[in-house]
């Protein structure tokens, strides 16, 4: 019974990877024939990074007990009710006549300011959910074994402070492996809502509600929400939790901010892409230096804010969504940075040491 709760694990986590990239593929097939560049390079990236991240994890992970059961529980009781809604609505609907209906929800109104800092609201309140779990999950572990464990389990679960080593393929350390199954959850989770919302290959009882917050020029092509989860997903498969953390509040933070400064306040448009304005980039890198400083230091901070300019001021001029585009370069840089061996200066969490 104990080998089996692994070998659970491993089968969720290779089934739960399969169905993702499964269907997003899907979804990228359908882009490609609806001609929306955007969506099909955006999803095509988003395929690249599930399976980058699929091979980093087959070659490391390790599973003991506890992990296989909570890996288990979790992902057996999402496709479980998910298998059940859609065995039930089958037998609900199958003597039903067929309701042909383009969309059921109303998109139109929605590229105002009011409707994008709603959606803003939600990744903000996600960043501080994230620190807020892992901080007590950490608390949690230090009281259980003691102060004489503190910088083993300091060194397990947030990786090296410095973020030294980072570059080179490994296990996932305690706490980064919290933020990669929550993002899993989270991407099967609205991999299943889109492909209900979109594809209509399966039933979802949250497509509806998940619709309200999708914008007007997504009601035909999968929603921005998914590109994010997507994107930590892959920053923390390779990344430390502290610099995964700076990825989010660059999404959270500085991309709000660039968004919503740009609505209110954009009158200067950039000469190479009309849809940004120097007003909102100019404030997007600003709030992206001042999060990353406090949690990454000055060097990392200043590198990934440029990057994210860069990849702000380009998309979608360059035809990716800047949710799967900017995790995925600001992660990148950062493993470069830890390959040359500058060293990460967390002015928040050195408080930890």
């Given at each position: 019974?104990?080998?089996?709760i692994p070998l659970m694990g491993y089968f969720f986590v290779i089934a739960?990877?399969?169905?993702?990239?499964?269907?997003?593929?899907?979804?990228?097939?359908?882009?490609?024939?609806?001609?929306?560049?955007?969506?099909?390079?955006?999803?095509?990236?988003?395929?690249?990074?599930?399976?980058?991240?699929?091979?980093?994890?087959?070659?490391?992970?390790?599973?003991?007990?506890?992990?296989?059961?909570?890996?288990?529980?979790?992902?057996?009781?999402?496709?479980?009710?998910?298998?059940?809604?859609?065995?039930?609505?089958?037998?609900?609907?199958?003597?039903?006549?067929?309701?042909?209906?383009?969309?059921?929800?109303?998109?139109?109104?929605?590229?105002?300011?009011?409707?994008?800092?709603?959606?803003?609201?939600?990744?903000?309140?996600?960043?501080?959910?994230?620190?807020?779990?892992?901080?007590?999950?950490?608390?949690?572990?230090?009281?259980?074994?003691?102060?004489?464990?503190?910088?083993?389990?300091?060194?397990?679960?947030?990786?090296?402070?410095?973020?030294?080593?980072?570059?080179?393929?490994?296990?996932?350390?305690?706490?980064?492996?919290?933020?990669?199954?929550?993002?899993?959850?989270?991407?099967?989770?609205?991999?299943?809502?889109?492909?209900?919302?979109?594809?209509?290959?399966?039933?979802?009882?949250?497509?509806?509600?998940?619709?309200?917050?999708?914008?007007?020029?997504?009601?035909?092509?999968?929603?921005?929400?998914?590109?994010?989860?997507?994107?930590?997903?892959?920053?923390?498969?390779?990344?430390?939790?502290?610099?995964?953390?700076?990825?989010?509040?660059?999404?959270?933070?500085?991309?709000?901010?660039?968004?919503?400064?740009?609505?209110?306040?954009?009158?200067?448009?950039?000469?190479?892409?009309?849809?940004?304005?120097?007003?909102?980039?100019?404030?997007?890198?600003?709030?992206?230096?001042?999060?990353?400083?406090?949690?990454?230091?000055?060097?990392?901070?200043?590198?990934?804010?440029?990057?994210?300019?860069?990849?702000?001021?380009?998309?979608?001029?360059?035809?990716?969504?800047?949710?799967?585009?900017?995790?995925?370069?600001?992660?990148?840089?950062?493993?470069?940075?830890?390959?040359?061996?500058?060293?990460?200066?967390?002015?928040?969490?050195?408080?930890?040491?």
């Amino acid at each position: 019974m104990v080998d089996l709760i692994p070998l659970m694990g491993y089968f969720f986590v290779i089934a739960t990877f399969l169905f993702i990239i499964a269907v997003t593929i899907a979804q990228a097939r359908r882009s490609h024939n609806l001609k929306h560049a955007e969506s099909y390079y955006s999803l095509v990236l988003s395929i690249i990074s599930l399976i980058l991240s699929f091979i980093v994890l087959c070659l490391f992970i390790s599973l003991d007990f506890l992990m296989g059961l909570i890996i288990s529980l979790c992902f057996g009781t999402l496709f479980g009710l998910f298998l059940v809604f859609n065995l039930l609505h089958f037998l609900i609907t199958r003597n039903r006549p067929v309701q042909v209906s383009q969309h059921d929800v109303d998109y139109s109104g929605r590229e105002n300011f009011k409707h994008e800092l709603f959606r803003k609201i939600f990744h903000i309140i996600l960043f501080f959910g994230i620190i807020a779990l892992l901080v007590i999950a950490f608390e949690v572990l230090h009281f259980l074994n003691g102060d004489g464990e503190f910088q083993l389990i300091l060194d397990t679960y947030w990786g090296n402070l410095d973020g030294s080593d980072m570059h080179l393929l490994h296990s996932q350390d305690f706490g980064q492996g919290i933020i990669f199954m929550l993002f899993s959850l989270l991407t099967t989770l609205f991999t299943m809502n889109e492909g209900a919302r979109l594809g209509k290959w399966f039933f979802f009882p949250l497509e509806k509600l998940a619709s309200f917050g999708v914008r007007e020029k997504e009601k035909d092509t999968v929603a921005s929400y998914v590109y994010f989860v997507v994107g930590i997903m892959f920053a923390a498969t390779f990344l430390y939790p502290i610099p995964v953390f700076s990825v989010i509040g660059i999404l959270c933070f500085a991309d709000t901010a660039a968004s919503l400064f740009g609505r209110k306040f954009g009158t200067h448009k950039l000469q190479f892409n009309k849809s940004k304005s120097w007003e909102g980039s100019i404030a997007g890198f600003a709030v992206s230096l001042l999060v990353t400083i406090l949690i990454v230091g000055p060097i990392w901070g200043l590198v990934a804010s440029v990057v994210f300019l860069v990849t702000d001021a380009i998309t979608p001029t360059l035809p990716l969504s800047d949710n799967i585009a900017i995790p995925v370069f600001v992660s990148a840089a950062y493993l470069f940075l830890s390959f040359l061996q500058i060293p990460m200066e967390s002015i928040i969490f050195s408080l930890l040491g």
